[in-house]
T-cell receptor, first 111, second 110 residues
Framework: GEDVEQSLFLSVREGDSSVINCTYT??????LYWYKQEPGAGLQLLTY?????DMKQDQRLTVLLNKKDKHLSLRIADTQTGDSAIYFC???????????FGTGTQLKVEL | SQTIHQWPATLVQPVGSPLSLECTVE??????LYWYRQAAGRGLQLLFY??????ISSEVPQNLSASRPQDRQFILSSKKLLLSDSGFYLC?????????FGPGTRLTVL
Protein backbone atom coordinates (compact mmCIF):
# COMPACT_ATOMS: atom_id res chain seq x y z
CA GLY A 1 0.00 0.00 0.00
CA GLU A 2 0.88 3.66 -0.05
CA ASP A 3 3.58 4.85 2.34
CA VAL A 4 3.89 8.54 3.24
CA GLU A 5 6.83 9.78 5.29
CA GLN A 6 7.57 13.05 7.05
CA SER A 7 10.21 14.20 9.51
CA LEU A 8 8.81 14.46 13.02
CA PHE A 9 10.00 17.88 14.16
CA LEU A 10 10.97 21.26 12.76
CA SER A 11 11.96 24.32 14.76
CA VAL A 12 12.27 27.79 13.21
CA ARG A 13 12.58 31.37 14.39
CA GLU A 14 9.66 33.75 13.96
CA GLY A 15 9.94 35.57 10.65
CA ASP A 16 12.01 32.85 8.97
CA SER A 17 10.67 30.48 6.31
CA SER A 18 9.65 26.93 7.23
CA VAL A 19 9.95 24.03 4.82
CA ILE A 20 8.12 20.82 5.67
CA ASN A 21 8.94 17.82 3.52
CA CYS A 22 7.01 14.70 2.59
CA THR A 23 7.80 11.66 0.46
CA TYR A 24 5.33 9.14 -0.90
CA THR A 25 5.49 5.89 -2.81
CA UNK A 26 2.45 5.71 -5.11
CA UNK A 27 3.29 7.51 -8.34
CA UNK A 28 -0.35 7.36 -9.45
CA UNK A 29 -1.49 9.72 -6.69
CA UNK A 30 -3.48 12.47 -8.38
CA UNK A 31 -4.08 14.91 -5.54
CA LEU A 32 -1.77 15.71 -2.65
CA TYR A 33 -2.84 17.69 0.40
CA TRP A 34 -1.46 19.59 3.36
CA TYR A 35 -3.38 19.72 6.62
CA LYS A 36 -2.72 21.66 9.82
CA GLN A 37 -3.67 20.41 13.28
CA GLU A 38 -3.58 22.69 16.30
CA PRO A 39 -3.55 21.15 19.80
CA GLY A 40 -6.78 19.38 20.69
CA ALA A 41 -8.44 20.20 17.38
CA GLY A 42 -9.36 18.47 14.16
CA LEU A 43 -7.37 18.73 10.95
CA GLN A 44 -7.74 21.84 8.81
CA LEU A 45 -7.17 21.60 5.08
CA LEU A 46 -4.53 24.18 4.15
CA THR A 47 -3.92 23.59 0.48
CA TYR A 48 -3.60 20.92 -2.16
CA UNK A 49 -1.85 20.36 -5.46
CA UNK A 50 -2.83 18.35 -8.48
CA UNK A 51 -0.22 15.94 -9.76
CA UNK A 52 0.21 17.72 -13.10
CA UNK A 53 1.42 20.86 -11.31
CA ASP A 54 4.94 21.62 -10.05
CA MET A 55 4.09 24.49 -7.77
CA LYS A 56 1.14 26.18 -6.18
CA GLN A 57 1.24 29.41 -4.19
CA ASP A 58 -1.43 30.62 -1.81
CA GLN A 59 -0.49 33.74 0.16
CA ARG A 60 2.31 32.66 2.57
CA LEU A 61 2.08 29.02 1.51
CA THR A 62 3.99 27.49 -1.40
CA VAL A 63 3.61 23.83 -2.34
CA LEU A 64 6.30 22.22 -4.47
CA LEU A 65 5.84 18.83 -6.10
CA ASN A 66 8.65 16.77 -7.59
CA LYS A 67 6.74 13.93 -9.15
CA LYS A 68 9.86 12.16 -10.39
CA ASP A 69 11.26 11.91 -6.86
CA LYS A 70 7.78 11.61 -5.27
CA HIS A 71 8.61 14.52 -3.00
CA LEU A 72 6.18 17.14 -1.75
CA SER A 73 7.06 20.19 0.30
CA LEU A 74 5.21 22.98 2.05
CA ARG A 75 6.97 26.31 2.49
CA ILE A 76 5.57 28.83 4.95
CA ALA A 77 6.96 32.30 4.45
CA ASP A 78 7.40 34.73 7.37
CA THR A 79 6.53 32.03 9.92
CA GLN A 80 4.52 33.28 12.88
CA THR A 81 3.91 31.81 16.35
CA GLY A 82 0.36 31.01 15.23
CA ASP A 83 1.82 28.61 12.67
CA SER A 84 2.98 26.31 15.47
CA ALA A 85 1.06 23.08 14.90
CA ILE A 86 1.39 19.60 13.44
CA TYR A 87 1.37 19.51 9.65
CA PHE A 88 0.24 16.41 7.77
CA CYS A 89 0.70 15.63 4.13
CA UNK A 90 -1.82 13.25 2.58
CA UNK A 91 -2.13 11.57 -0.78
CA UNK A 92 -5.23 10.21 -2.39
CA UNK A 93 -5.48 6.43 -2.61
CA UNK A 94 -8.09 3.69 -2.74
CA UNK A 95 -9.52 4.77 -6.07
CA UNK A 96 -10.11 8.27 -4.73
CA UNK A 97 -12.07 7.20 -1.68
CA UNK A 98 -9.26 7.32 0.85
CA UNK A 99 -6.35 9.46 1.91
CA UNK A 100 -3.08 8.11 3.26
CA PHE A 101 -1.61 10.49 5.81
CA GLY A 102 1.99 11.04 6.73
CA THR A 103 3.14 10.78 10.31
CA GLY A 104 2.93 14.54 10.79
CA THR A 105 5.62 17.18 11.36
CA GLN A 106 5.48 19.20 14.55
CA LEU A 107 6.45 22.79 13.73
CA LYS A 108 7.69 24.89 16.64
CA VAL A 109 8.11 28.60 16.09
CA GLU A 110 10.48 30.32 18.50
CA LEU A 111 10.66 34.02 19.25
CA SER B 1 -21.81 25.76 3.46
CA GLN B 2 -20.94 22.36 4.83
CA THR B 3 -20.35 21.69 8.50
CA ILE B 4 -19.42 18.57 10.42
CA HIS B 5 -20.26 17.93 14.05
CA GLN B 6 -18.99 15.40 16.53
CA TRP B 7 -20.15 14.65 20.03
CA PRO B 8 -19.35 14.35 22.73
CA ALA B 9 -16.21 16.48 22.71
CA THR B 10 -14.67 14.52 25.59
CA LEU B 11 -15.58 11.23 27.20
CA VAL B 12 -14.21 9.25 30.13
CA GLN B 13 -15.40 5.66 30.27
CA PRO B 14 -14.49 2.61 32.38
CA VAL B 15 -13.02 -0.49 30.80
CA GLY B 16 -15.76 -2.84 29.64
CA SER B 17 -18.38 -0.15 29.15
CA PRO B 18 -20.10 0.49 25.80
CA LEU B 19 -19.31 3.37 23.47
CA SER B 20 -21.25 5.45 21.00
CA LEU B 21 -19.70 8.42 19.20
CA GLU B 22 -21.75 10.36 16.71
CA CYS B 23 -20.82 12.37 13.67
CA THR B 24 -23.21 14.37 11.49
CA VAL B 25 -22.65 16.41 8.37
CA GLU B 26 -24.76 19.30 7.14
CA UNK B 27 -24.92 21.02 3.79
CA UNK B 28 -24.04 18.11 1.50
CA UNK B 29 -25.62 14.93 0.20
CA UNK B 30 -24.22 11.43 -0.13
CA UNK B 31 -20.79 12.24 1.30
CA UNK B 32 -18.09 9.68 1.93
CA LEU B 33 -17.66 9.44 5.70
CA TYR B 34 -14.62 8.37 7.70
CA TRP B 35 -13.61 7.51 11.26
CA TYR B 36 -9.97 7.94 12.29
CA ARG B 37 -8.16 7.40 15.57
CA GLN B 38 -5.15 9.46 16.53
CA ALA B 39 -2.97 8.26 19.38
CA ALA B 40 -0.57 10.50 21.32
CA GLY B 41 -1.22 13.49 19.06
CA ARG B 42 0.29 11.92 15.97
CA GLY B 43 -0.41 9.43 13.23
CA LEU B 44 -3.94 9.11 11.88
CA GLN B 45 -5.24 5.56 11.66
CA LEU B 46 -8.23 5.03 9.38
CA LEU B 47 -10.76 2.83 11.20
CA PHE B 48 -13.82 2.81 8.93
CA TYR B 49 -15.15 4.53 5.88
CA UNK B 50 -18.53 4.58 4.18
CA UNK B 51 -19.55 5.52 0.65
CA UNK B 52 -23.29 5.27 1.31
CA UNK B 53 -26.05 4.35 3.76
CA UNK B 54 -25.42 0.93 5.25
CA UNK B 55 -22.08 0.55 3.43
CA ILE B 56 -19.17 0.26 5.86
CA SER B 57 -15.58 -0.72 5.10
CA SER B 58 -13.41 -1.73 8.02
CA GLU B 59 -9.72 -0.98 7.75
CA VAL B 60 -8.38 -2.65 10.88
CA PRO B 61 -9.66 -5.53 13.02
CA GLN B 62 -10.65 -4.35 16.49
CA ASN B 63 -13.50 -4.29 18.97
CA LEU B 64 -15.03 -1.21 17.35
CA SER B 65 -17.83 -1.08 14.79
CA ALA B 66 -19.39 1.64 12.67
CA SER B 67 -22.85 2.25 11.29
CA ARG B 68 -24.42 4.72 8.90
CA PRO B 69 -28.13 4.75 9.59
CA GLN B 70 -28.74 7.95 7.62
CA ASP B 71 -27.00 9.66 4.71
CA ARG B 72 -25.24 12.24 6.87
CA GLN B 73 -24.85 10.34 10.13
CA PHE B 74 -21.92 8.11 11.04
CA ILE B 75 -21.70 6.31 14.39
CA LEU B 76 -18.73 4.62 16.01
CA SER B 77 -19.57 1.99 18.62
CA SER B 78 -18.12 -0.58 20.93
CA LYS B 79 -19.81 -3.14 23.16
CA LYS B 80 -16.89 -3.33 25.62
CA LEU B 81 -14.13 -0.73 25.70
CA LEU B 82 -10.48 -1.65 26.21
CA LEU B 83 -7.75 0.55 27.69
CA SER B 84 -6.14 0.61 24.25
CA ASP B 85 -9.24 2.31 22.81
CA SER B 86 -8.20 5.59 24.42
CA GLY B 87 -7.37 8.27 21.88
CA PHE B 88 -8.61 11.15 19.81
CA TYR B 89 -11.35 10.12 17.38
CA LEU B 90 -11.86 12.16 14.26
CA CYS B 91 -14.72 12.03 11.80
CA UNK B 92 -14.31 13.36 8.29
CA UNK B 93 -16.36 13.75 5.14
CA UNK B 94 -15.47 14.10 1.49
CA UNK B 95 -17.20 14.59 -1.80
CA UNK B 96 -14.32 14.51 -4.27
CA UNK B 97 -10.95 13.75 -2.73
CA UNK B 98 -10.13 16.25 -0.02
CA UNK B 99 -11.48 15.40 3.39
CA UNK B 100 -12.92 17.81 5.92
CA PHE B 101 -12.59 16.98 9.57
CA GLY B 102 -14.76 17.41 12.60
CA PRO B 103 -13.47 18.80 15.90
CA GLY B 104 -12.80 15.34 17.35
CA THR B 105 -13.74 13.40 20.48
CA ARG B 106 -11.16 12.78 23.19
CA LEU B 107 -11.85 9.34 24.68
CA THR B 108 -10.16 8.21 27.88
CA VAL B 109 -10.72 4.65 29.02
CA LEU B 110 -9.84 4.04 32.68
Amino acid sequence: GEDVEQSLFLSVREGDSSVINCTYTDSSSTYLYWYKQEPGAGLQLLTYIFSNMDMKQDQRLTVLLNKKDKHLSLRIADTQTGDSAIYFCAVITGGGNKLTFGTGTQLKVEL
Amino acid sequence: SQTIHQWPATLVQPVGSPLSLECTVEGTSNPNLYWYRQAAGRGLQLLFYSVGIGQISSEVPQNLSASRPQDRQFILSSKKLLLSDSGFYLCAWSASGEQFFGPGTRLTVL
